[in-house]
């Protein structure tokens, strides 16, 4: 189910803004961008999801170029608590996520 | 809104030996899932409830795992017998619409 490629790691220096970039170029008309992310020990978290036009919520905001072959979700002020794997997977609305692949690693360091 | 329960938190086992692990989801959640993660592997799905039903289970391996979901509420995952390379963490979700899964703790396996 590798539908996306995610870099394997990043890092972020606190208070700065991080951008994590997925690239999702086979993309359905019908699928959506879903972003989760787990923090260490515990089970992943939904952070937001998008069609089309850019989303934000009170996590983070989610960028998808106009051709939706790719996006990057951002933490506008990245914090330590942010420090996690994060997974970005294409689905149709609705359905269930049967793998969430490998992610991204993001380190937020002081 | 109490999350989803999972127990234990931790298991040791020898192989061969037999092993389940309980799930509680989110009251309400009509939908349970059960996740295995391996170290520095995204989680991937076994099987998939709706309420008391399987909706997909084609990822478990049937010759040693089972699941059920009695009632459609509660729900149990065993292995039986487990092998080194079941170790891994075992993540219960729940959701009351697909897109909306919340997931517990864990339960992280270790086989020796």
Not at chain 2, 92 to 102: D, I, P
């Given at each position: 189910?590798?539908?996306?490629?995610?870099?394997?790691?990043?890092?972020?220096?606190?208070?700065?803004?991080?951008?994590?970039?997925?690239?999702?170029?086979?993309?359905?008309?019908?699928?959506?961008?879903?972003?989760y992310r787990q923090i260490h020990s515990q089970g992943p978290q939904y952070i937001?999801?998008?069609?089309?036009?850019?989303?934000?919520?009170?996590m983070?905001?989610?960028?998808?170029?106009?051709?939706?072959?790719?996006?990057?979700?951002?933490l506008?002020?990245?914090t330590l608590r942010d420090t996690a794997v994060y997974y970005?997977?294409?689905?149709?609305?609705?359905?269930?996520?049967?793998?969430?692949?490998?992610g991204?690693s993001l380190i937020v360091?002081? | 809104?109490?999350?989803?329960?999972?127990?234990?938190?931790?298991?040791?086992?020898?192989?061969?030996?037999?092993?389940?692990?309980?799930?509680?989801?989110?009251?309400?959640?009509?939908?349970?899932?059960?996740?295995?993660?391996?170290?520095?592997?995204?989680?991937?799905?076994?099987?998939?409830?709706?309420?008391?039903?399987?909706?997909?289970?084609?990822?478990?391996?049937?010759?040693?795992?089972?699941?059920?979901?009695?009632?459609?509420?509660?729900?149990?995952?065993?292995?039986?017998?487990?092998?080194?390379?079941?170790?891994?963490v075992?993540l219960?979700?729940?959701?009351?619409?697909?897109?909306?899964?919340?997931f517990?703790p864990g339960?992280?396996?270790?086989?020796?």
């Open positions: 189910d590798a539908k996306t490629t995610q870099p394997p790691s990043m890092d972020c220096a606190e208070g700065r803004a991080a951008n994590l970039p997925c690239n999702h170029s086979t993309i359905s008309g019908n699928e959506y961008v879903y972003w937001i999801h998008g069609l089309k036009n850019n989303e934000t919520n009170e983070a905001s989610l960028i998808i170029t106009e051709d939706r072959k790719s996006s990057t979700l951002i506008p002020h990245a970005c997977i294409v689905r149709v609305e609705g359905s269930y996520i049967p793998t969430f692949g490998r991204t360091h002081p | 809104e109490a999350g989803v329960a999972q127990s234990p938190r931790y298991k040791i086992i020898e192989k061969r030996q037999s092993v389940a692990f309980w799930c509680n989801p989110i009251s309400g959640h009509a939908t349970l899932y059960w996740y295995q993660q391996i170290l520095g592997q995204g989680p991937k799905l076994l099987i998939q409830f709706q309420n008391n039903g399987v909706v997909d289970d084609s990822q478990l391996p049937k010759d040693r795992f089972s699941a059920e979901r009695l009632k459609g509420v509660d729900s149990t995952l065993k292995i039986q017998p487990a092998k080194l390379e079941d170790s891994a075992y219960c979700a729940s959701s009351r619409w697909e897109v909306s899964q919340y517990g339960t992280r396996l270790l086989v020796l």
